[in-house]
């Protein structure tokens, strides 16, 4: 082959190879643009414009529901009511150093409630201001503080500190209630509240017919801590024969068509307690007692009538623990006893209603000598302006023992409600 076709043959595979390479450098290797200037007019313009276009927050209010806001992608929720009971109470008292007639605002409290994430993970926190809201010894107005995790159906759970599941009349709330306030076995043989967790169902398995608790508690009661080992644990099984339903309270309201029965039987015990009433009540000064509880309830509503009953058991190991201090054997009581209750109503009208209840506690084995026979009888009458957000009360109650001794033998109550 001549020379010059082979410089021919050379030059053509040196561009066959430098220009697919130099076309490659070309687009890495050039240099970026110059960045431009923003204008911050314009940039606080787009930014205001993009928070325009974001749906605000859902805000409602209403009487007797509250005030509601809500995130506009509806992932939390927060609820604000707010309720009082201002109450006027005579009493026959013959002791010289009680005053038998008294007006007090007795419940005065702040509810929020809502949702966080989800609707399956919901809060409740309840504030009491008024003075029988709080503790004597600790004037601390936190009351409920609960978070629930409620996806599932038959395994809800909550922690924090709540009311104990234990009797009805007293995890329902007071404001719902056919009577001023609750009954005297009430005041003596519940469990309050107190922090912890618990599981429960409200229709265990899908079957309409079964709802438990199962809980586990420090058994000091609320805002309080001993800082003595023992815990109180607790059960309830609840038996809807006619079909699961929601408890909206003791007069029923809604004139239910078909009835709504409910049977329920509970058991808890405290371990290594030091109140006198297990979760409540005076503090011992160095006894310590473990408490059994036990009870059975019912509970009947249907076309504005309403029956519901009530039997409790408190139990201590010992009568009592002594201790010698200095040169004296000083001793300490537990609280054994018994009681029951069984309250009927009727609403004569959509807005007017009476009701009737007995109530009883006694002492059982050695215990207290100061823990006398009690018991009351009564009637209630209530005017429902709007439901239990807007109402009027008025009872009567004869009472005998150891309860009659702040008002005396006989007791006259008016009270009005009002929950926003």
């Known amino acids: 082959m001549p020379k010059s076709q082979d410089k021919y043959l050379i030059f053509l595979l040196f561009l066959l190879l430098y220009l697919p390479v130099s076309k490659i ?3 890495t290797d050039s240099p970026s643009p110059l960045p431009t200037k923003t204008d911050p007019k314009k940039t606080i313009v787009a930014k205001e414009e993009k928070l325009n276009s974001e749906k605000p927050a859902k805000v409602r209010m209403a009487f007797g529901k509250g005030l509601d806001f809500e995130s506009p992608d509806e992932d939390a929720s927060l609820n604000l009511r707010l309720r009082f009971q201002g109450r006027y109470t005579q009493g026959n008292s013959t002791n010289p150093d009680s005053d038998p007639t008294e007006l007090q605002l007795r419940r005065a409290r702040i509810a929020l409630r809502g949702y966080v994430m989800n609707k399956d993970w919901q809060y409740y926190m309840q504030l009491g201001f008024s003075d029988q809201d709080m503790e004597k010894d600790r004037p601390v107005p936190l009351r409920d503080a609960v978070l629930t995790y409620a ?3 038959d395994f809800n759970i909550s922690g924090g500190q709540m009311k104990v599941p234990f009797n009805r009349e007293r995890v329902i709330s007071d404001g ?6 609750r009954t005297i076995s009430n005041g003596e043989l519940n469990l309050d509240r107190d ?7 409200n ?14 508690f420090g058994g000091d009661g609320r805002n309080k801590t001993s800082g003595s080992p023992g815990v109180l644990s607790i059960a309830k099984l609840t038996y809807y024969p006619l079909g699961c339903y929601t408890d909206t309270g003791e007069p029923d309201l809604d004139y239910s068509t078909t009835p709504k029965l409910s049977f329920s039987v509970f058991g808890a015990k405290n371990v290594n307690s030091n109140r006198t009433l297990s979760t409540f009540g005076d503090t011992y000064d160095f006894a310590r007692f473990t408490y059994n509880h036990s009870g059975a309830e019912f509970v009947l509503k249907w076309q504005g009538f309403s029956l519901s009953g009530e039997y ?9 623990r002594e201790k010698e201090i200095g040169s004296q054997l000083k001793r300490e009581y537990s609280r054994s006893a018994r009681g029951e209750m069984i309250q009927f109503g009727y609403l004569l009208t959509q807005k007017l209603g009476v009701a009737f209840r007995f109530s009883e506690y006694y002492p059982i084995a050695k215990t207290d000598p100061t823990l006398t026979y009690s018991r009351e009888r009564g009637i209630a009458f209530s005017y ?3 439901d239990h957000n807007l109402k009027i009360q008025a009872d009567y109650s004869h009472q005998d023992g150891e309860v009659s001794q702040n008002y005396g033998s006989e007791q006259f109550r008016v009270q009005m409600q009002i929950y926003l």
Do not use: C, M, T, W
């Not at 719902?176 to 306030?181: G, R, T």
């Open 312 to 320: 409790l058991v408190r139990d201590a190991d010992a009568p009592y």
């Open 384 to 386: 429902y302006i709007q």
């Open 176 to 181: 719902i209630q056919e009577f001023v306030d």
């Open 195 to 201: 922090v912890g967790a618990q599981v429960f169902s």
């Open 25 to 27: 450098h070309s687009q």
């Open 151 to 153: 996806k599932y159906r």
């Open 203 to 216: 229709n265990f398995l899908g079957l309409n017919h079964f709802g438990y608790n199962v809980g586990v």
